[in-house]
T-cell receptor
Framework: GQNIDQPTEMTATEGAIVQINCTYQ??????LFWYQQHAGEAPTFLSY????GLEEKGRFSSFLSRSKGYSYLLLKELQMKDSASYLC?????????????FGTGTRLKVLA | EAQVTQNPRYLITVTGKKLTVTCSQN?????MSWYRQDPGLGLRQIYY???????DKGDVPEGYKVSRKEKRNFPLILESPSPNQTSLYFC??????????????FGNGTRLTVT
């Protein structure tokens, strides 16, 4: 079947580095996305991986290993405004059409 | 500005009173989708559309209808709302094909309460 797992909650300190892991199972993998979502707001796109390796975008980096069904989002130099939920999503093409499968999200609290 | 616009932002209604949540995108995206988000359950797909006049059920389609008569619009219809449809709803769109790395763009959400 299709499944995405990520930790429910994480806590880190301002200025630190945090890694949020995501594991997935899908038969028609076609890309992995990370989104940030503040409470009550829309998810906003952070990063995209379709090939193995690391993608870096400023303070945010995302890594993918397709053979392991594993990704992580790395946030550096944490700021208070980074307190939010982080959603891992996989795009699946096994049905012949685009299907986006979301994890339940990791709520990150950044402490002063 | 490229965006997905959904209305209304907040809606309180009573059981059984038909309602429509509108969704429009100005990015010429082929793919559009509706999600509901509930605490502890994450984003669950209700319906999606790969193009005009092509719609398909997602994971939780019961109690909902959609239509895709034009590329830019994808309204969500609740013919007879029930309290278990109280939720936060998001419309989203993305490119397809050559836009393979196009992420989903989300609207601002509609918080629906059915009493």
């Amino acid at each position: 079947g299709q499944n995405i797992d990520q930790p429910t909650e994480m806590t880190a300190t301002e200025g630190a580095i945090v890694q949020i892991n995501c594991t997935y199972q899908t038969s028609g993998f076609n890309g992995l996305f990370w989104y940030q979502q503040h409470a009550g707001e829309a998810p906003t796109f952070l990063s995209y991986n379709v090939l193995d390796g690391l993608e870096e975008k400023g303070r945010f980096s995302s890594f993918l290993s397709r053979s392991k069904g594993y990704s992580y989002l790395l946030l550096k130099e944490l700021q208070m405004k980074d307190s939010a939920s982080y959603l891992c999503a996989v795009r699946d093409l096994s049905s012949g059409t685009y299907k986006y499968i979301f994890g339940t999200g990791t709520r990150l609290k950044v402490l002063a | 500005e490229a965006q997905v616009t959904q209305n209304p932002r907040y809606l309180i209604t009573v059981t059984g009173k038909k309602l429509t949540v509108t969704c429009s995108q100005n990015m010429n995206h082929e793919y559009m989708s509706w999600y509901r988000q509930d605490p502890g359950l994450g984003l669950r797909q209700i319906y999606y559309s790969m193009n005009v006049e092509v719609t398909d059920k997602g994971d939780v389609p019961e109690g909902y209808k959609v239509s895709r008569k034009e590329k830019r619009n994808f309204p969500l219809i609740l013919e007879s709302p029930s309290p278990n449809q109280t939720s936060l709803y998001f419309c989203a769109s993305s490119g397809t094909g050559s836009s393979y790395n196009s992420p989903l763009h989300f609207g601002n959400g509609t918080r629906l309460t059915v009493t």
